[in-house]
T-cell receptor, first 110, second 113 residues
């Protein structure tokens, strides 16, 4: 089975902190994605990567950056967390034209 | 660009009722179509998919048929159960291996015993 693992399920961070959300997939997928999910807004794409060291902005990249140093790992970085970044963050990878999701990371910024 | 429009929720049904959640899409080329399900507190799981016109995806009693003529991929189930209560997302993927997956806004389904 494909496994997409997000390192933290629940985090509470302070405004202005730098936050790292880590995601690892074990199926040698080339494409990886970060989404955020908010009530009434569905899933919105933040960034995606189609190869190591490659990245492309999604629909809402402002306030975020990403890192893909190894094929299996895709990190989302909040340079200076703000309260409007309180959300659930979902990592995903694609293989065979199907997208596989991690369990999600619930981030609260206070 | 590509887009997905799905039926707004919430949808509330009684157990054993017939379910339809509508999904239509706009896309160039030949996209693949998906339904994902999200149970409370969890990530999204693939429910079913179809990769070409007239294909029918099915899983756990759910079905959806890829209709190119009406650009639709409606989700159906003949007899829903309380355990089907979840949020359902329609999605499409373009033909390129580097294509983004585009999701609909999600439909919350609640089933009454």
């Amino acid at each position: 089975d494909v496994k997409v693992t997000q390192s933290s399920r629940y985090l509470v961070k302070r405004t202005g902190e730098k936050v790292f959300l880590e995601c690892v997939q074990d199926m040698d997928h080339e494409n990886m994605f970060w989404y955020r999910q908010d009530p009434g807004l569905g899933l919105r794409l933040i960034y995606f990567s189609y190869d190591v060291k490659m990245k492309e902005k999604g629909d809402i990249p402002e306030g975020y950056s990403v890192s893909r140093e190894k094929k299996e790992r895709f990190s989302l970085i909040l340079e200076s967390a703000s309260t409007n970044q309180t959300s659930m963050y979902l990592c995903a990878s694609t293989g065979g034209n199907t997208i596989y999701f991690g369990e999600g990371s619930w981030l609260t910024v206070v | 660009g590509n887009s997905v429009t799905q039926m707004e929720g919430p949808v509330t049904l009684s157990e054993e009722a017939f379910l339809t959640i509508n999904c239509t899409y706009t896309a160039t080329g030949y996209p693949s179509l998906f339904w994902y399900v999200q149970y409370p507190g969890e990530g999204l799981q693939l429910l079913l998919k179809a990769t070409k016109a007239d294909d029918k995806g099915s899983n756990k009693g759910f079905e959806a048929t890829y209709r190119k003529e009406t650009t639709s991929f409606h989700l159906e189930k003949g007899s829903v159960q309380v355990s089907d209560s979840a949020v359902y997302f329609c999605a499409l993927s373009g033909w390129s291996s580097a294509s983004k997956i585009i999701f609909g806004s999600g439909t919350r389904l609640s089933i009454r015993p």
